[in-house]
């Protein structure tokens, strides 16, 4: 029996508009600006989403409203000057044209920056206190600069409505300049924006009233708030509902955007973007707590919500009016359309790896889906366009020949896919075998149930050869056959107690009480294998080349697996590397210094160091095939966002 949906495509008035239902994209820095400006890949991003039928976008997540907050590091938009106008109305009319609303969000980012050399000046705060993720002093605002900050909030949101922008959100949350205001831990000021929470307050009133003076009453304006902070001596959850009752009392927001945790340290980086680690819907009791708080303001939330049924009763229950499904909609700008319409099946649900998504834009790399290789690429991969009929060969069932097969069968191709495993998915259902990664697995079960209703022929237990390939007489043949594990040529490597990650996680592999893991992966591979072992009550030692172990992991995954692995009791040790397996000892080198150091009473080794391409049907077949391409591991293994890449590529070149 279908699902039938009470409250999340029902509408809700905010503030001077209606929202035509109850799924947003909350504000995220996409890194898609371009010198400070929106550009038409942004344009084209948050139209996928609009046409997908979510009732609002919120885009430009932390846009800068004045220059001593730094844009360039994560490619965000400067609303600075009116000469943002143009791109903002550009934006507005391509969103509209769904019938979707948009908003950006404003915001200084005070301490939480790096200054830019380009722009002169230092980074502002309250107080002369130093963030623990940025690190850099900051200047102590000074009167008439926290009154040039007011003023320039202001100018900014006019600019929004000027634009034709339906509102703004303002920052308030992720220990951004007003919120590092209100918290007295950062806020050591004696002047009237210091001490009391009234003077903590002061500033980011005067901001709302300057935008409410610029911009009009009957434009829309939000907060951005937290929860909890969830720091010692900072915002609890009271101190937070203290807030949001001021600010509605205030008249001067029309709803509270809450997130829970803050920004201010890699832990709660993590946590405000929480991962599969995470569980769902994590910091909802947070939002319902505000909702309690501030009864009348609708209260937005976004924060791992993922399924739209399990939407649907959060709004039902009056915990949240709007539910931020900002990942989701990452992962399937169409999710509300395919809700609606009961198609829930064919929803690429979010698995909450945050490689494609935050961990990118961290880097100042532009928003992308770790499955989903359209979002942020709408004009190179937003369309699948009918192919002349053909007869296509995958070889190949992970990700890569998955992804390969899904498209060709979409563009009208017949598809037989061959897979030499008894099931499909590859090495991703082994990093699903990891504690707290289950849900990686939710790729595969999009595809492989995808690939199925299409009709494409599944050959299981198939191992693929040249003349099987052949006698297909196939118009084009994707070759997606992985890889295989790497074994350095270190002395004792071929041991009988050596053993690779994939053996671990795949529970092919007999492992001893006392074990070294050797990671020269530097992603969450070999950390995830270690975990595995720790909670099967090993002793376990990780040891990395690099500066700090698992140092490619993203930044707002690092922490939440750290903080697992030392309570469970790994040692993790860097600037290491293997030298030689002796027996029981393990001899590994310091790189720098050169000094060796001999681990005595080792039970198992396991080898995390990589993988090398299984690619020798694909250079068999060329020249044997009118077409032939490679996908995946096949061409050099690169983690599951370029094999998925890849495979899409492929599908689309036939």
């Not at 035509?20 to 084209?44: C, D, F, Q, V, W």
């Not at 720091?231 to 001067?252: F, H, K, T, Y």
């Not at 399924?307 to 909609?329: E, F």
């Not at 020249?623 to 591991?633: E, S």
């Amino acid at each position: 029996m279908a699902y039938e949906f009470t409250s999340l495509f029902t509408p809700i008035e905010v503030g001077g508009v209606t929202l035509k239902n109850r799924i947003y994209s909350s504000g995220h820095a996409e890194a898609m600006a371009e010198g400070g400006r929106p550009t038409e890949r942004l344009r084209r991003y948050h139209e996928s989403k609009a046409r997908g039928g979510c009732a609002l976008t919120i885009f430009g997540g932390s846009s800068s409203v004045h220059p001593s907050s730094p844009a360039a590091a994560w490619k965000q938009i400067a609303n600075h000057d009116d000469s943002i106008i143009p791109s903002y109305r550009a934006l507005a009319d391509g969103v509209h044209a769904h019938g979707c609303l948009v908003f950006t969000q404003l915001t200084h980012l005070g301490r939480r920056a790096q200054s830019d050399p380009e722009v002169p000046g230092p980074l502002l705060a309250p107080s002369q206190i130093p963030e623990r993720v940025h690190r850099e002093v900051p200047h102590e605002l000074e009167a008439e600069q926290i009154a040039e900050l007011v003023r320039a909030f202001g100018e900014a949101a006019r600019r929004c409505r000027e634009g034709g922008l339906d509102g703004v959100e303002i920052s308030m949350a992720h220990n951004h300049l007003i919120d590092q205001f209100w918290s007295p831990v950062f806020n050591e000021r004696l002047d009237e924006y210091g001490g009391s929470l009234d003077n903590r307050m002061r500033f980011g009133l005067e901001v709302l009233a300057e935008i409410r003076r610029r911009a009009g009453r009957d434009f829309v304006v939000g907060a951005r708030i937290s929860g909890d902070e969830f720091s010692p001596g900072g915002l609890g959850a009271a101190d937070m509902a203290v807030i949001a009752r001021r600010l509605a009392a205030s008249g001067l927001v029309d709803f509270l955007s809450v997130i829970g945790g803050g920004a201010h340290t890699y832990t709660l980086q993590a946590s405000a973007v929480p991962n599969m680690s995470f569980a769902p819907a994590v910091f909802v009791p947070l939002a319902a707590a505000i909702k309690s708080a501030a009864p009348g303001l609708p209260i937005f939330h976004a924060s791992r919500i993922v399924d739209p049924l399990h939407a649907d009763r959060l709004v039902a229950a009056g915990q949240i009016d709007v539910v931020g499904m900002t990942r989701a909609l990452i992962a399937d700008p169409e999710l509300p359309r395919k809700a609606c319409e009961g198609r829930l099946d064919d929803i690429r649900r979010c698995v909450g790896a945050n490689e494609g998504c935050i961990d990118r834009i961290y880097q100042g790399k532009a928003v992308t889906c770790v499955q989903n290789p359209a979002t942020g690429r709408e004009g190179e991969l937003g369309d699948v366009r009918p192919a002349t009929a053909k007869h296509v060969v995958v070889v190949g069932g992970g990700v890569a020949g998955l992804e390969a097969a899904r498209v060709a069968a979409l563009r009208g191709c017949r598809v037989v896919l061959m897979e030499k495993a008894a099931e499909l998915g590859g090495q991703v259902l082994l990093a699903a075998c990891a504690p707290a990664r289950a849900e990686y697995a939710g790729i595969v079960r999009f595809l492989a149930g995808q690939v199925r209703k299409l009709g494409v022929d599944v050959r299981l237990g198939v191992e693929a050869t040249p003349a099987l390939v052949l006698g297909e007489r196939p118009d084009a043949v994707v070759v997606a056959t992985g890889s295989h594990p790497y074994i350095p040529p270190v002395p004792g490597s071929d041991g009988k107690h050596v053993v690779t990650d994939r053996d671990v996680l795949g529970g092919e592999a007999t492992v001893g009480s006392n074990v070294v893991v050797i990671d020269d992966v530097h992603t969450e591979q070999a950390l995830s294998t270690a975990e595995l072992l720790l909670d099967q009550g090993k002793r376990v030692e990780v040891i990395s080349p690099l500066f700090y172990v698992g140092q490619d992991i993203g930044v707002t995954s690092i922490a939440p697996l750290y903080t697992r692995l030392y309570t469970k009791g790994a040692v993790l040790t860097p600037c290491s590397e293997l030298r030689a397996v002796e027996g029981s000892t393990v001899v590994v080198r310091n790189v720098f210094s050169g000094a060796e150091r001999r681990i005595e009473s080792v039970d198992t080794v396991v080898l995390a160091t990589g993988s090398r391409s299984t690619d020798a049907l694909y250079r068999a077949l060329k020249g044997q095939v009118p077409a032939l391409y490679a996908a995946g591991d096949c061409v050099a293994p690169r983690g599951v966002h370029q094999a998925i890449l890849d495979g899409t590529r492929a599908a689309r070149a036939i």
